[in-house]
């Protein structure tokens, strides 16, 4: 039994050694996958090489996933960054259009303030342009009279009548104020 042992023990280092022997001068992905086709072949070897398998995936995974969230963290923070230079951007724009607008209110106060008192002046003179003419209009008390009550200088201008219009006459008159008729005495 104990030489059976030895042997054993010495055919499972022969084997070792061959098994290192092989492994000599590989890859390590060829070294994994020798390891691996050594447990697939061992017993229970197909679970523990999806153990493997798994793990490798596991990992991978886990790598992945990390890489994700920092390239997810990536994007937020430039997403973030973007947003806050859109933020910045619309709230600038928001205050240059509330400028604008600012602008314009006192703009349009201040063509309101010109053309309100542009039509103060306007109406101020229209005002003395109306009283004027209306002045122009207005008979004056002199002119009234004149037209009215042409003044008479003697009685005998009365008793004499212009013989075109029967208008009255001065005395001595030769020429009728009225039509402007020659008159002869
Ligand atoms: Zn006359």
Redesign the pocket.
């Known amino acids: 039994m104990a030489e059976l042992d030895q042997k054993m023990a010495a055919q499972e280092q022969a084997h070792e050694l061959k098994v290192h022997e092989s492994l000599r001068g590989l890859s390590e992905r060829e070294m994994i996958a020798m390891q691996a086709a050594k447990l697939a072949q061992g017993e229970g070897g197909g679970a523990a090489w999806a153990q493997v398998l798994v793990s490798g995936e596991a990992q991978k995974e886990k790598e992945q996933r990390l890489a994700d969230e920092l390239r997810h963290g990536a994007e937020v923070k430039d997403l973030l960054l973007k947003q806050a230079s859109s933020v910045q951007g619309l709230m600038q724009a928001q205050l240059d259009r509330m400028e604008a607008l600012a602008k314009q209110a006192m703009s349009a106060t201040a063509e309101q303030q010109r053309s309100s008192g542009a039509a103060a002046l306007y109406e101020r003179s229209m005002d003395s342009m109306s009283r004027v003419a209306a002045s122009r209009a207005e008979p004056t008390p002199v002119a009234a009279q004149v037209s009215v009550v042409p003044p008479a200088t003697d009685g005998a201008a009365s008793t004499q009548s ?1 013989k ?2 029967s ?1 009255p006459l001065r005395a001595g008159a030769r020429f ?1 104020a ?2 402007g ?1 020659a008159q002869t005495p």
């Open positions: 212009c075109s219009c208008a009728c009225a039509c008729s």
